[in-house]
């Protein structure tokens, strides 16, 4: 059998002075500022920088093959392991949808509250019922700002009858949760 050439791939060049933002989604009804919305490409490079932590897997992220991250949790968080030039994302995508992958999860972070309040303060800030979750069982929770709107979706697991692990998306949680208690009239540690 002959032998195929390989196809030199070219880094496309982008005239960032002629990008045009286009959102393919009407978001004009929502309250995001217009430079936090998704604006496509982008010519900046993310440092690995102090601020913003390694995971403990994160060389065998790299190891693996690891080329493209963002950040999560303040974690660098691999995000990309098939190049554009192979499928990209697409195949990651398949692979997701039919067989399996692995996931660095590192970056999920967890708050413990414990405390004789643990129960009355966790019921207070998720949608369902934290008396009925049983100790060692998990449980998917929403946790709602006053007017309803959703701060995050963790996983909740009950550890003891005194205390709760929230297993966190990206956000601030912890200090919306220190606020929430902030006057102390809950017993929590």
Known sequence: MPKKKKKKTRKEK????????????????????????????????????????????????????????????????????VRPEKGGAMVEYAAIKSHVTMWNVAVERQIRVKGPDA?????????????????MRGRYVILCNNKGGVLNDPVLLRVADDEFWFSLSDSDIGMYLQGVNADKRLMLK
């Open 14 to 81: 982008i005239n960032y002075d002629k990008v045009k933002h286009v959102t393919s989604v009407d978001q004009s009804d929502r309250n995001v500022p217009y430079n936090l919305r998704q604006s496509g490409s982008t010519k900046v490079e993310m440092l690995i920088s102090t601020r913003v932590r390694k995971s403990p897997y994160w060389h065998l992220s790299m190891k693996a093959g690891c080329w493209r991250a963002t950040v999560y949790n303040r974690v660098y968080h691999p995000r990309g392991y």
């Open 119 to 135: 129960e009355k303060f966790t019921d207070y800030v998720i949608t369902r019922d934290a008396t009925k979750i049983s100790t």
